[in-house]
């Protein structure tokens, strides 16, 4: 039972333009919510995070989007780079399940040069 | 400061051999994870170590599979009589654990094939 899921396994973006990935998530008790981007043979690296208390996390080209009520959120880079091309995965967690996190199957992003 | 790291980087093993792989959490992080990345799929999770507590086991796939994390930092993760189907990248992660929220920081991973 996949309960975090990303529907997109590849994007294809000019390099200078907006890329969007999505997730969708089926608990409602999640209440933390991360990115991670993977490069091939390296593990995933942190990227970015938003807790259920806000709707919105920026971090210089890096935006997180929350909607609670559509049990969605979406990660915002712009504007893509060359070397953000990656395997970008969505994970979430709940308080009550500890530190248990669910990830997402990935989003590979090709940016083009 | 150093960061997780696992070896082998990559092992290469017969079915029905035993294999071990290794992980080293970052120094002070009292949370390990152990997650495996099949081709095609998502991160699988595994074991769940927090402190002095009993791990959190319920995402290992058969009794074949088990760990361990000694004095609460290293931990092993064993294979018996390991299968074709156990191929994947198999990522450990740490967190500093114990806070909500927290954050994990994964190792490059070990690339297991079983022929």
């Known amino acids: 039972d996949q309960q975090v899921k990303q529907n997109s396994p590849s994007l294809s973006v000019q390099e200078g333009r907006i890329s969007i990935l999505n997730c969708d998530y089926t608990n409602s008790m999640f209440d933390y919510f991360l990115w991670y981007k993977k490069y091939p043979a390296e593990g995933p690296t942190f990227l970015i995070s938003?807790?259920?208390?806000?709707d919105k996390n920026e971090d210089g080209r890096f935006t997180v989007f929350l909607n609670k009520s559509a049990k969605h959120l979406s990660l915002h880079i712009v504007p893509s780079q060359p070397g953000d091309s990656a395997v970008y995965f969505c994970?979430?967690?709940?308080?009550?399940?500890?530190?248990?996190?669910?990830f997402g199957t990935g989003t590979s992003l090709t940016v083009i040069p | 400061g150093a960061g997780v790291s696992q070896s082998p980087s990559n092992k290469v093993t017969e079915k029905g051999k035993d294999v071990e792989l290794r992980c080293d959490p970052i120094s002070g992080h009292t949370a390990l994870y152990w997650y495996r990345q099949s081709l095609g799929q998502g991160l699988e999770f595994l074991i769940y170590f927090q402190g002095n507590s009993a791990p959190d086991k319920s995402g290992l796939p058969s009794d074949r599979f088990s760990a361990e994390r000694t004095g609460g930092s290293v931990s092993t993760l064993t294979i018996q009589r390991t299968q074709q189907e156990d191929s994947a990248v198999y990522l450990c992660a740490s967190s500093l654990g114990g806070t909500n929220p927290d954050t994990q920081y994964f190792g490059p991973g070990t690339r297991l094939t079983v022929l």
């Open positions: 994970a979430a967690s709940a308080a009550n399940t500890g530190n248990q996190f669910y």
């Open positions: 938003i807790s259920s208390i806000k």
